[in-house]
């Protein structure tokens, strides 16, 4: 059920951002209009026009032009032509940017969580903090971390991390048992084991699929087009997602361990979202940022070969 929703959701969002089979070539005027807000031309920036050239005729900024000086073969005096130099490179999109052409409706459900937040997240999880020590909800993280093994394990296989693959085997044999279902982690503390927190969304960025276009969704938050795929791909790894259905009750108990997580994640990390809207100018786009380069940075440093 949960992953259908999220399915269907995200269909929608690519039928809404698929262009129509009679749709023109966009003119320069369309390719401004769709960049995020506040950001420069790149073909501008990449073309590199004087601004003389820009004011005197707008058509002539489109043109990569190369000032050489060269001799007049008629009167022999030294004049300055321009000279039309093809371009070899495209344009990238700047580091820490992502399109965002759906920004008003990804403002809403931005509006919709940070009222989700303050309003009931933040009170419960305060509360929860306040019965539940820190030590009990560290071992609640560790046991829904060692639950979504399967989730790492699945995603080191595609991306050929195959040392990784076996570390988190050995994680989870060592911490379903020494560490009584999970609730601690000495594969962590006693054999130095580390996790691999990797998901679907990064290995589609290490196949070399790019984030395509920013979504904020309700309840979840920050994504992109492909961390969402990758979340609905994720889900039917996740042994969470089949709870319910190995028990053979309702699926309020799949709801409710979501729920529980959230809240302990949550309690566990009170006060890092006040202080990014404190600091930001606008929070949305501070959010939208912070997440971008935040994926980036990973997808980054598992491109790294392994130096060990």
Not at 207 to 213: H, M, V
Request: glycine share 6%; net charge negative; aromatic share 10%.
């Amino acid at each position: 059920m949960k992953i259908g929703c999220w399915v269907c959701f995200l269909s929608a969002l690519c039928l809404v951002m698929a262009p129509g089979p009679c749709t023109a070539s966009p003119s320069a005027e369309a390719s401004d209009s769709i960049l995020p807000s506040g950001e420069a031309n790149p073909i501008a920036i990449a073309m590199g026009s004087p601004e003389s050239l820009s004011e005197a005729d707008p058509l002539m900024s489109l043109v990569p032009l190369d000032l050489t000086a060269s001799v007049d073969p008629e009167d022999g005096s030294d004049e300055t032509f321009l000279t039309e130099v093809p371009s070899t490179s495209q344009p990238e999109q700047p580091e820490g940017t992502i399109a965002d052409p759906l920004e008003p409706v990804n403002r809403a459900f931005f509006h919709f969580n940070d009222k989700l937040y303050f309003w009931i997240l933040k009170p419960v999880a305060t509360g929860y903090k306040t019965v539940i020590p820190e030590d009990g909800r560290i071992g609640i993280r560790n046991f829904f971390s060692n639950v979504k093994t399967p989730v790492r394990l699945v995603n080191c296989l595609l991306q050929a991390k195959f040392k990784g693959a076996g570390n988190e085997t050995v994680r989870f044999v060592l911490n379903t048992t020494i560490g009584i279902a999970g609730f601690f982690d000495p594969a962590k503390k006693t054999f130095k084991i580390e996790k691999h927190d990797v998901d679907f969304g990064q290995t589609l960025g290490i196949w070399g699929i790019g984030p395509a276009f920013y979504l904020d969704l309700p309840i979840l938050g920050p994504s992109s087009l492909r961390d969402g795929i990758g979340y609905v791909v994720d889900l039917s790894f996740d042994p969470q997602t089949y709870l319910a259905y190995i028990y053979l009750v309702e699926e309020i108990v799949d709801y409710a361990t979501w729920a529980l997580d959230k809240v302990n994640e949550t309690s566990l990390s009170l006060g890092e979202y006040e202080n990014l809207k404190k600091a930001a100018l606008d929070p949305y786009v501070a959010l939208r940022e912070a997440y971008t380069q935040y994926r980036q940075n990973l997808i980054k440093k598992l491109r790294k070969p392994a130096t060990e």
